[in-house]
């Protein structure tokens, strides 16, 4: 199973970006999909996740800001990032996870830097 996130860049504050992760081996549609974030020395957090009905949910400091979306038929989950801020700032990881199974898969990373 591999994940592959895309998108990262550096962007001034107040401008977007779009994060891509498509994933591969195995079967998209049923999983929970979500985008994490780390900064060195804090703990990943969740930044939003999207079920596979298509609900989305989102940490309160990005809720009007981000948006997830997910193609089935191309096996990628999107973050759509309007407003960024210099607290943005992190790497961020996408993840799936199948709840029925109790599995969990993460991909590599994307780095994201606003700066001010």
């Known amino acids: 199973v591999q994940l592959q996130a895309s998108g990262g860049g550096l962007v001034q504050a107040g401008e977007s970006l779009r994060l891509s992760c498509t994933t591969s081996?195995?079967?998209?549609?049923?999983?929970?999909m979500g985008w994490y974030r780390q900064v060195p020395g804090k703990q990943r957090e969740l930044v939003g996740r999207?079920?596979?009905?298509?609900?989305?949910d989102y940490d309160y400091s990005v809720k009007g800001r981000f948006t997830i979306s997910r193609d089935n038929a191309k096996n990628t989950v999107y973050l759509e990032m309007n407003a960024l801020k210099p607290e943005d700032t992190a790497v961020y990881y996408c993840?799936?996870?199948?709840?029925?199974?109790?599995?969990?898969?993460w991909g590599q990373g994307t780095l994201v830097t606003v700066s001010s």
């Open positions: 993840n799936a996870r199948n709840i029925m199974r109790n599995q969990d898969w």
């Open positions: 081996g195995l079967i998209f549609r049923p999983n929970e």
């Open positions: 999207i079920t596979s009905g298509g609900s989305t």
